[in-house]
Every structure is written in structure tokens, then in C-alpha cells.
């Protein structure tokens, strides 16, 4: 749990994006690493990025950490 007077940032959904470490006192940043499918929670197809691995099918990715869309490069 962050506290409110660590926050440096939030986005407009309310997700910190930028926050002080209460214990090193760091600067620390959000960003967006590991997705899964929005379908069922698994990961990528090992060869296309916007296939599921487990349901084989076309989705959207999440962020685990924060609900971002994964909107691809």
C-alpha cells in the first residue's frame, strides 16, 4: 500500500503512475510489463500478439498490475 503522501502521480483512471518508496525514499514509475488476455487471464500466442495461448483466439491484453489496455505498438 502506497500512502497518499508518497503519490506523485496518478492517471486519469486514478492508477499511481509515480510514487516515493516509503523505505529508500526512490522515485518509482509504473510501467506497463506483463499482460494477460482479457478473454481468460492466460498469456500471448508464442508467434502472433494479439492471439490468446490458451483460447487461441483474437483479444485485448491488461496489464497485471494495473488494468491498462495493451493497445500493441
Known amino acids: 500500500m502506497i500512502a497518499e503522501s508518497n503519490i506523485i502521480h ?3 483512471k486514478g492508477v499511481i503512475r509515480k ?3 516509503q523505505e529508500t525514499g526512490d522515485v518509482m514509475e509504473h510501467e506497463c510489463e506483463d499482460f494477460v ?3 481468460c487471464g492466460a498469456g500471448r500466442h ?3 500478439d494479439t492471439i490468446c495461448a490458451q483460447c487461441l483466439d483474437h483479444t ?3 496489464c497485471i498490475d494495473c488494468d491498462e489496455l495493451d493497445v500493441g505498438n
Do not use: T
Open 19 to 21: 510514487w516515493i518508496d
Open 60 to 62: 485485448g491484453f491488461e
Open 10 to 12: 496518478l492517471d486519469s
Open 37 to 39: 488476455s482479457q478473454c
Open 46 to 48: 508464442e508467434y502472433v
